[in-house]
């Protein structure tokens, strides 16, 4: 079916800054096969229901839209104290000079235009392949654009239990920098990786991650989105799990115009373990949309969706959130919560959980709600001696502890709770 | 130590007068009691002495040693001194009963330009008061009241009284869904804190906590004033006839 006019022409112009696409080898298949499917769905329009609540207009904008550097200096840098493995980026070019050796035991790291180059290659059909299985049932044309054009990305092979956590840092340095990154993460049977992202990478971010989780496997994943007030971002996460595999994936927003977090998940063996969880803060011109898909193909496999918005002085926050139980998915464990805390009448919170089941032996739940501070709370702490602000503070983090409680290791979720406690001392709604 | 005048107040929302004229003064170290039918505004009372949202006052004063106290946000209030255990304490699900407390422990002290207690002093003291009280760490550790029973919920208001030091206790119906031996312990924990700097408004339905707490004044409240005072002996009286003898014979 060809693509109504107004689409065709919105592509057309996104895409006239790129080099075209040409070359041999696995990598420049891989890009043409993901451009093909970009021409296909076009570019998303806010008349598409998966993009409903959010607009992406200055997503689709042949221009990148400005976004000032934010100083974030007033915080700690983010895992600073943690014995890790930085791979620098700044505005989505690679910095030799700023990152680590890529050298791990148990994992092997390499660049993706080095690994494009040769003939034959791990992440030769896998580069893609996810993102493309995560086009069904619903279009993702941002996600085959990035692997279409992504400038840069890590192929990181984990063969056995890293020694190390990966650190992906992002830095925003130009003010229209348009980044796209794409990243592959395999992990053999048994194998174990933590995957740290921060920053705000560019003034507009387009990243994508596939994840091949082999049975067995764990994989740990922590982001923060950075401070930046004007950066833009859309983000997918494609990853299937083996049987018995575990992942968790914690992010944290504070700030950013627009940011759209996708994760698309699939459950593919049997037992399997997938809990995706997010914290964000918005104060002012903030939207932030978390759109979760997670499917359910093997028996007896868990899984945990935990979104927590705390929003104020206008931000919105979006979720959209999808349990896919497939026929034959016995004994599944689904659960899904989204909820946000509105400071004031000004904010807004636009959820649709969403439940499909195709096997009788499953048990799933989702929750969605939307409310103010607890009044009463508020005043039995004031009553104590506790400051309103402070007060307000903690009750706001007792809301996100929820999302919080997913992260596996425990010194950085006490980091980020004082990040948000701080975070908190800075904001508040000027109702 | 506590000196109230005049006080009228009014629901915000209903525009309904529910204090008519309030004069009550509680000197140091006393231990005064309101008693009253429901609907008298005994509760209301406690509430806007604490500052809680929701009510005018059209007229009047409440002085705790000299300061105006209607003029303070709540936080205020309390570092000022004044303490009130709630006949309902809320429960907060998600903030740790041990934080709370350290939190607003530490919260007065700054607001008094003092130090503020390290973690370890503060672990000692608080151990310590629950002991007494028979709070175990369990509870401590819990979310503040969070599946506590009524009268663990009451006990906890009085660690929190013990934990602040405060000068004014105001305690409203403290008695309220505790069975004899619960009262008898929330009492035992009051009676430690009797002081002759410390006073006490206990507001109470009924004359069984006050055979536990002695006061040295009662005071009857009904349609939103103090229409009797007197000795310990008018509790009595009430306990014996009801208030309808007191409301007929004030007219």
Redesign the interface.
């Known amino acids: 079916m060809a693509l109504p006019k107004a689409k065709e022409d919105a592509l057309a112009a996104r895409l006239a800054g790129f080099p075209g696409l040409s070359g041999k080898g696995w990598l420049a298949t891989a890009r043409a096969e993901a451009s093909a499917r970009l021409t296909a769905t076009g570019l998303p329009a806010r008349r598409d229901e998966y993009w409903r609540y959010t607009d992406p207009a200055s997503l689709n904008a042949p221009e990148t839209p400005v976004a000032h550097r934010f100083d974030a200096s007033d915080e700690a840098v983010p895992f600073d104290g943690l014995d890790r493995v930085k791979i620098v980026f700044v505005d989505g070019v690679f910095d030799p000079v700023a990152s680590d050796d890529l050298v791990v035991a148990g994992v092997s790291i390499e660049r993706l235009a080095e690994a494009g180059a040769k003939d034959i290659h791990w992440a030769q059909g896998m580069y893609g392949a996810l993102e493309a299985r995560g086009q069904s049932p619903v279009a993702r044309p941002f996600a085959a654009l990035n692997t279409a054009h992504a400038t840069d990305g890590v192929l990181i092979h984990v063969t056995g239990k890293a020694a190390k956590p990966i650190s992906l840092v992002y830095v925003h340095e130009s003010e229209v920098s348009d980044a796209i990154l794409h990243h592959c993460v395999k992990l053999d049977p048994g194998a174990e990786l933590t995957l740290l992202e921060n920053g705000p990478a560019a003034a507009r971010f387009n990243k994508v991650i596939e994840i091949d989780i082999a049975e067995d496997a764990r994989f740990h994943h922590i982001r923060l989105q950075g401070r930046d007030h004007e950066r833009r971002a859309v983000t997918h996460i494609f990853a299937r799990l083996g049987a018995r595999s575990e992942m968790r994936s914690f992010t944290l927003t504070a700030n950013g115009r627009l940011t759209r977090n996708e994760a698309v998940i699939e459950l593919v063996g049997d037992e399997g373990r997938a809990h995706v969880a997010g914290a964000a803060v918005g104060d002012g011109e903030f939207h932030h949309d978390d759109t979760v898909f997670v499917t359910h193909a093997g028996k007896a496999c868990e899984s945990r969706q935990v979104f927590k918005k705390v929003l104020m002085n206008g931000a919105t926050g979006v979720f959209q959130g999808k349990i896919l139980v497939k026929p034959g998915a016995q004994k599944t464990d689904g659960y899904q919560i989204s909820q946000s805390l509105l400071l004031d009448e000004d904010s807004q919170f636009l959820a649709k959980p969403e439940l499909e089941i195709y096997a009788d032996d499953v048990k799933c739940s989702h929750g969605s709600t939307s409310g103010a501070i607890d009044d009463t709370a508020l005043f039995y702490l004031q009553s104590r001696g506790v400051p309103r602000r402070t007060a307000q503070g903690l009750l706001v983090l007792a809301f996100l502890a929820e999302a919080i409680d997913e992260i596996a290791d425990e010194a950085i979720a006490e980091d980020i709770r004082a990040r948000l406690e701080r975070w908190l001392a800075r904001h508040g709604s000027r109702r | 130590m506590l000196e109230i005048k005049n006080l009228h107040v009014k629901l915000q929302e209903e525009d309904k007068m529910i204090l008519r004229g309030v004069d009550l003064t509680i000197g140091a170290g006393e231990v005064h009691a309101i008693m009253g039918p429901n609907g008298s505004g005994k509760s209301t009372l406690s509430y806007v002495l ?4 929701g009510y005018e006052v059209t007229e009047g004063s409440a002085l705790l040693e000299g300061k105006e106290l209607l003029a303070m ?3 205020e ?3 000022a001194g004044l ?2 255990a ?1 006949q309902y ?7 740790g009963n041990m ?2 407390l350290r ?3 530490n ?2 002290r700054k ?1 008094r330009g003092e130090e503020e207690l390290s973690a370890g002093d503060f672990l000692k003291l608080v151990r310590e008061k629950a002991k007494t009280l028979k709070i175990d760490a369990e509870m401590l550790k819990r ?1 503040v009241n969070v599946g506590f029973s009524g009268g663990e919920k009451k006990r906890n208001e009085i660690l ?1 009284m013990a934990m ?1 030091e405060p000068r004014m206790c105001i305690l409203d119906e403290t008695d309220s869904g505790l069975d004899v031996d619960a009262m008898k312990l929330v009492a035992e924990g009051v009676n430690a804190l009797r002081s002759a700097g410390r006073s006490f408004l206990v507001i109470t339905h009924y004359q069984r906590l006050l055979d536990h707490i002695r006061p040295d004044v009662v005071h009857i409240m009904a349609a939103g004033r103090i229409i009797k005072t007197g000795g310990p002996e008018l509790a009595l009286e009430v306990e014996a006839n009801g208030y309808a003898d007191i409301l007929g014979e004030v007219g």
């Open positions: 604490a500052g809680r949202d946000e709540p936080e209030r309390a570092a303490f009130l709630f304490p809320v429960e907060i699900p998600g903030v934080t709370f939190t607003a422990v919260a007065q607001a979310p929190q602040l």
